[in-house]
């Protein structure tokens, strides 16, 4: 299903000069792996700065993959959904369509994929929903009350409900420069 999904998503990337190229991050060329390198390790520190402060994050964080995970330089890393809780995490413009187009699936189908974009790397890694998510990603019905008034009264657009196990939740993002 992967290799499906992202098939169709490549055959339907613009071309270099309309736009980013969307492809499997083992892909880009050599000139690029610096970038994607220091993009990848931009995603592991904020996802295990995420996981010590709030326990979420990165659910596979441990001791090992965490240990010597700092921010990286020059790297913008966000985090970003097709169903915003926060519409300050609106995907940037390279991602926006493969946001959109894995919305709804499960995370195991959906591959991590890199976006030459010339000067810059762009570079998305999946968030699968896991137990600890559905405190608040569940269907709005099955929250518990208090949750849902404190989501109702912070996010009043949240469109971040209804997740189940196993549900793409949405990215963590990168954006290196090429150097």
């Known amino acids: 299903m992967r290799t499906a999904l992202l098939a169709a998503l490549l055959l339907a990337a613009p071309e ?28 592991r520190a904020a996802a295990c700065e995420a996981e010590r402060r709030f326990g979420e994050g990165d659910p596979d ?10 921010p990286v330089r020059g790297v913008e890393v966000g985090r970003t959904s097709a169903r915003l809780r926060n519409p300050g995490n609106a995907p940037p413009r390279w991602a926006r369509a493969y946001v959109a187009a894995t919305d709804g ?25 896991r137990k600890r998510c559905l405190a608040c990603h569940a269907p709005r019905q099955e929250l518990d009350e208090d949750t849902r008034d404190w989501l ?9 409900l209804g997740y189940a196990l196993g549900d793409l939740r949405g990215f963590w993002w990168a954006e290196a420069p090429a150097r």
């Open 105 to 129: 699936r499960k995370a195991a189908d959906v591959p991590a994929v890199a976006f030459d974009l010339g000067d810059r790397v762009g570079l998305l890694r999946p968030v699968e929903i």
């Open 16 to 43: 270099p000069r309309m736009g980013p190229r969307l492809q499997p991050p083992a892909e880009l060329p050599a000139a690029l792996q610096p970038a994607l390198h220091r993009a990848e390790e931009a995603i």
């Open 61 to 70: 964080a441990n001791a090992s993959h965490c240990q010597g995970a700092a």
């Open 152 to 160: 109702a009264s912070a996010y009043p657009r949240d469109r971040a």
